[in-house]
T-cell receptor, first 117, second 114 residues
Framework: GAVVSQHPSRVICKSGTSVKIECRSL??????MFWYRQFPKQSLMLMAT?????????EQGVEKDKFLINHASLTLSTLTVTSAHPEDSSFYIC?????????????FGQGTRLTVV | AQSVTQLGSHVSVSEGALVLLRCNYS??????LFWYVQYPNQGLQLLLK??????LVKGINGFEAEFKKSETSFHLTKPSAHMSDAAEYFC????????????FGQGTELSVKP
């Protein structure tokens, strides 16, 4: 299989604090991972592309200093929401592209529900 | 830039009826196309994908989709709806040279009436 695990699945934090979300590919290696954000009753919006060993590529309008992405290994990418505010509350989902699949598919984690109070 | 449009944010069918969820993409070059299903507060599950010559793609749970280049469409169908099919469905597209990087449609919420 191709399993992607996100942790935590839910997190509540106080305004002004930082939160780290982990995305792990459990049974395959992924040079590329993607981070999406989903507001209630809305679609998924691509935030950034995370490449192992290099800087992430952010989509237009996404603040790179606020959403820090680190992809230190072939199985782990992290998203840190810095100085979180209530408007950052959202559902964050990662996906990982499996090496050797020709890039036709990425596998999704189960998502992280972030609530900033 | 790639884009995908799902017609109808909400579709309601009766149990046993045909399910048809519409998706159109914008691209001069046939991209990769995907349908995903999402249940509340969960991640995405891949239903099916189009990546090559076979224009009629069969997926899981009895779903299938047909790629029609002339119509730039990739509509999702299921002959007979089941109550468990009630969920949010997303059509997504990626360029062939950017596999895995998905642009999603707005989503269609499918309701199934008993």
């Amino acid at each position: 299989g191709a399993v992607v695990s996100q942790h935590p699945s839910r997190v509540i934090c106080k305004s002004g604090t930082s939160v780290k979300i982990e995305c792990r590919s459990l049974d395959f290696q992924a040079t590329t991972m993607f981070w999406y954000r989903q507001f209630p009753k809305q679609s998924l919006m691509l935030m950034a592309t995370s490449n192992e060993g290099s800087k992430a590529t952010y989509e237009q309008g996404v603040e790179k200093d606020k959403f820090l992405i680190n992809h230190a290994s072939l199985t782990l990418s992290t998203l840190t929401v810095t100085s979180a505010h209530p408007e950052d509350s959202s559902f964050y989902i990662c996906s990982a592209r499996k090496i050797g699949t020709g890039g036709t598919e990425a596998f999704f984690g189960q998502g992280t529900r972030l609530t900033v109070v | 830039a790639q884009s995908v449009t799902q017609l109808g944010s909400h579709v309601s069918v009766s149990e046993g009826a045909l399910v048809l969820l519409r998706c159109n993409y914008s691209s001069s070059v046939p991209p990769y196309l995907f349908w995903y299903v999402q249940y509340p507060n969960q991640g995405l599950q891949l239903l099916l994908k189009y990546t090559s010559a076979a224009t009629l793609v069969k997926g899981i749970n009895g779903f299938e989709a047909e790629f029609k280049k002339s119509e730039t469409s990739f509509h999702l169908t299921k002959p007979s709806a089941h109550m468990s099919d009630a969920a949010e469905y997303f059509c997504a597209v990626s360029d062939r040279d950017q596999g895995g990087k998905l642009i999603f449609g707005q989503g269609t919420e499918l309701s199934v009436k008993p």
